[in-house]
């Protein structure tokens, strides 16, 4: 049984302190009393029963590896090794490991996709990644507090190595010529109008 300070609960529930306090005050999440000093703590197992990891069909740990190309094959192992190293570090048992080839800005990606849906199972108590825009390029702070409601943890280890700055640079260009086609096809659109009313 692993003790836990209010702002450490805090943080994994993405609450305030003073919500925890009101939460204790209303019984729903109880906080326990240190005899000698009077100050709030909780227990891991406590914690895992308000997420409702008491009814999880498993409790996997997942890492998760991403590049946006074939050629960048290399630096997904990479991805990996560092990984599997940082996990056995940690002392973590990683039951399986998911690697996948797309941009960062791609919603539509398969794996990731099913990530989320086994997320949203209660399967996996946490995905270890090398680096936030290994996830998602965008919104990694939304999807990691979306997870977390499921009982799931994203841990980035925010290694900027397994981050390859041609991908980033490579994700900006597809913003740009998305928006740039956004942008000519509005003026295609205006344009129409405009011949239009001539008529």
Known sequence: ??????????????????????????????????????RRYYTDNQLNE????KNRISDKIIIYARV??????PDLESQVDFLKQYANAKGY??????????GGLNYNRKKWNNLLQMIEEKRIIKVIISHKDRFIRFGFDWFAGYVKKYGCEIEAVNNEATSPQ???????ISIIHCFSCRIYG??????????????
Do not use: C, H
């Open 50 to 53: 308000f997420l409702g990891r």
């Open 166 to 172: 041609d991908e980033m640079i490579q994700d900006l």
């Open 93 to 102: 048992i990683v039951d399986e490991t998911i690697t996948e080839i797309g």
């Open 68 to 73: 946006s190309s074939n050629s960048q094959k």
């Open 1 to 38: 049984m692993k003790i836990l300070k209010p702002k450490e609960v805090s943080e994994l529930l993405n609450v305030t302190v003073w919500t925890l306090q009101n939460w204790d005050r209303q019984g729903k999440l109880k906080a326990f009393r240190n005899p000698k000093t009077n």
């Open 186 to 199: 509005l003026r295609k659109y205006k344009s129409k109008i405009s011949g239009d009313k001539e008529l």
